[in-house]
């Protein structure tokens, strides 16, 4: 199939195809006038690579992980997937852990405003609004 049909049934446009094959994530062939064409596997392939961009991994993150997906019997690339996928799992990790001090960080700053809000709307004057 050509890059617009495999979009069409990725739902992945023909800029991200083109980037995913720069990146050594997905292979095509080349007609004589140049087009790509990819096999009906593509579409696995690309909603494979898509789960894993979905899950915050890198292009070349992806590009580790997807080896044992190529050579599924091979022990050694499972061992480097299963050390690229706990690395990822770790940054994701340190990343939720930030994400909430941040949001804690956050909740204080809000109850302090609110408290702030609540003493001035009672003790301070209405004011006028000039038409």
Do not use: W
């Not at 979009?7 to 083109?18: D, Y």
């Not at 590009?63 to 022990?75: A, K």
């Not at 770790?90 to 949001?103: F, N, V």
């Amino acid at each position: 199939m050509r890059i617009g049909e495999l979009s069409k049934r990725t739902g992945v446009s023909p800029r991200s195809l083109r980037y995913y094959e720069e990146q050594g994530l997905l292979t095509s062939s080349r007609s004589d006038a140049g087009q790509r064409h990819y096999s009906d596997a593509a579409v696995q392939r690309v909603s494979l690579i898509r789960q894993l961009f979905d899950a915050g991994m890198s292009s070349r993150v992806i590009t580790t992980v997807l080896p044992c997906v190529d050579i599924p019997g091979d022990l050694d690339v499972a061992e480097e997937t299963f050390t690229a996928m706990m690395r990822e799992r770790y940054r994701i990790d340190t990343d939720i852990a930030h994400l909430i001090e941040a949001r804690d960080a956050l909740d204080v700053l809000i109850k302090a405003n609110s408290r702030h809000r609540a003493e001035l709307s009672t003790t301070a004057e209405p004011v006028a609004h000039s038409a």
